[in-house]
């Protein structure tokens, strides 16, 4: 069974940092591009970052650019979102995705929260 579990979501203050997580499981991690999304309520979902199979290549979003920062282990099955100077506007949502590179496939994770709140 396919998963992808986010972790490391939560509340904090503007200019704050957080490291979202997510554990993919079921799927053959080397060969998906992960990418994060954010939602916020009565918007439509936001890609915000993108990482290659390989890793070597990465993307981000106008507005996260500087920011934020993708990054994957393999050994791990693991992507990571690495959150840094955080506005309250970054208040959202943050989805995981996994698409295969090989395959029309792709699957997303729960979601989870980022507050950022004085």
């Known amino acids: 069974q396919v998963q992808l579990v986010e972790s490391g979501g939560g509340s904090v203050q503007p200019g704050g940092s957080l490291r979202l997580s997510c554990a993919a499981s079921g799927l053959a991690f080397s060969t998906y591009i992960m990418r994060w999304y954010h939602q916020t309520p009565g918007k439509e979902r936001e890609l915000v970052a993108w990482?290659?199979?390989?890793?070597?290549?990465?993307g981000y979003a106008d507005f996260v650019k500087g920011r934020f920062t993708i990054s994957r282990d393999t050994a791990k099955s693991t992507v990571y979102l690495q959150i840094n100077s955080l506005k309250p506007e970054d208040t959202a949502v943050y989805y995981c995705n996994a698409q295969s590179r090989y395959f029309d496939y792709n699957c997303w994770g729960q979601g989870i929260q980022v507050t950022v709140s004085s």
């Open positions: 990482i290659t199979d390989t890793g070597e290549t990465t």
